[in-house]
């Protein structure tokens, strides 16, 4: 059970926008960054999103990250193939002291 | 540009002790704006955080609950390096294990991975 709670699939077709949800609690999202990770198959995960909304240098502006309140989100938008991929949600926990993250959501483009 | 690279053993019987060293290149150990993470991934317990040290005046650490009684990290300024030890393992510690930078306040660059199989 995981600290964060993401749905565990999304799809969408090339093209389309997608959002994928992370709740929390105010212990973590409620009062820290939200940061977004991507992870396609076999490969670690991959920082996309750091500080609710700011994207390291080559992430594509498809991608966009908000937080209100205890829960964020991420969107992409232009969807394509190559964003099939399991995305993660996390935060530092200030009760727990420790990094917490989402279950997971898998991505299909279909 | 900085590079975790990951060394241990894939396979770890019960009862014994993981052990996992991640080589650091391009940044330091040292470094008083960074921290060390061990992380493990598994489809049970998913991305699950599992300590860091980090040099600030002095040297520190932090464990997670789950692991606190079975867990060192240790850094080895030597080498530039650091290490995770998980004692008394069991089948559940089974997972892919990742050593992580946290810098700037966030976790931003991940090791490739070592998948350690906890079996006799």
């Known amino acids: 059970q995981s600290v964060l709670t993401q749905p565990p699939s999304a799809s969408g077709t090339p093209g389309q926008r997608v959002t994928i949800s992370c709740s929390g609690s105010?212990?973590?999202?409620?009062?820290?960054?939200v940061y977004w990770y991507q992870q396609l198959p076999g490969t670690a995960p991959k920082l996309l999103i750091y500080?609710?909304?700011q994207r390291p240098s080559g992430v594509p502006d498809r991608f966009s990250g908000s937080k209100s309140g205890t829960s964020a989100s991420l969107a992409i938008s232009g969807l394509r193939s190559e964003d099939e991929a399991d995305y993660y949600c996390?935060?530092?926990?200030?009760?727990?002291?420790?990094?917490?993250f989402g279950g997971g959501t898998e991505l299909t483009v279909l | 540009q900085v590079q975790l690279q990951q060394s241990g053993p894939g396979l770890v019987k019960p009862s014994q002790t993981l052990s996992l060293t991640c080589a650091i290149s391009?940044?330091?150990?040292?470094?008083?704006?960074?921290?060390w993470n061990w992380i493990r991934q598994s489809p049970s317990r998913g991305l699950e955080w599992l300590g860091r040290?980090?040099?600030?005046?002095?040297?520190?650490?932090d464990y997670a609950v789950s692991v606190k009684s079975r867990i060192t990290i240790n850094p080895d300024t030597s080498k530039n390096q650091f290490s995770l030890q998980l004692k008394s393992v069991i089948p559940e510690d089974t997972a892919v294990y990742y050593c992580?930078?946290?810098?700037?306040?966030?976790?931003?660059?991940w090791g490739r991975g070592t998948l350690v199989t906890v079996s006799s």
């Open positions: 992580v930078r946290q810098d700037g306040g966030f976790l931003d660059l």
């Open positions: 391009g940044d330091s150990v040292s470094s008083k704006s960074a921290a």
């Open positions: 040290t980090y040099y600030r005046s002095k040297w520190s650490n």
């Open positions: 105010s212990s973590n999202i409620g009062n820290n960054y």
């Open positions: 500080k609710n909304n």
């Open positions: 996390s935060a530092w926990d200030d009760s727990l002291i420790a990094w917490v």
